[in-house]
């Protein structure tokens, strides 16, 4: 038997730290509202979400900087609308906005904010006009009028 190269031996000399599993204390409060109006030819529909969390961090060692004393807020809001129009065509849009806030307790002799990395607002916004394909493409398309679709 041939000894192996040192290319298919060598390793990476990149340390991989994994850190145990962090446990958090949560709250969630979701709220849902659908709205459907229209005849059977043209629905329209529009939907609202909301979604709140506070995250806990419960670790005891005041060195796990990351996650000591740390407090998330994050906040989920979606508005999604649908209309369906003549002969099979479709429009949807939706909009989503995404925030998270993170508190630290101070840390003495830190030279960073934890919450620069943490802290972060997304904003998304969709549109789409889409044709439902299908043997009848008058009245009842199928479309059920939710979010757009992916």
């Given amino acids: 038997m041939e000894p192996a190269s040192s290319a298919s031996r060598s390793t990476s000399s990149t340390r991989v730290h994994t850190e145990e599993d962090v446990s958090s ?6 709220g849902e509202l659908r709205f459907h109006w229209g005849s059977k030819r043209r629905k329209r529909s529009i939907h609202l979400r909301y979604e709140a969390k506070k995250r806990d961090y419960v670790t005891t060692d005041p060195n796990d ?12 809001s979606t508005v999604a609308l649908s209309l369906e129009l003549r002969r099979g065509w479709f429009l949807t849009a939706a909009g989503e906005r995404d925030i998270n806030r993170s508190s630290f307790p101070t840390t003495p002799g830190s030279t960073f904010s934890p919450e620069d990395a943490t802290d972060n607002t997304d904003n998304l916004v969709q549109f789409g006009v889409g044709y439902e394909f299908g043997p009848s ?14």
């Fill in 65 to 76: 900087i990351p996650h000591f004393g740390r407090v998330d807020r994050h906040r989920y």
């Fill in 137 to 150: 493409t008058a009245g009842a398309t199928g479309h059920g009028g939710g979010p757009p679709r992916e």
């Fill in 25 to 30: 204390r949560r709250d969630i409060w979701v």
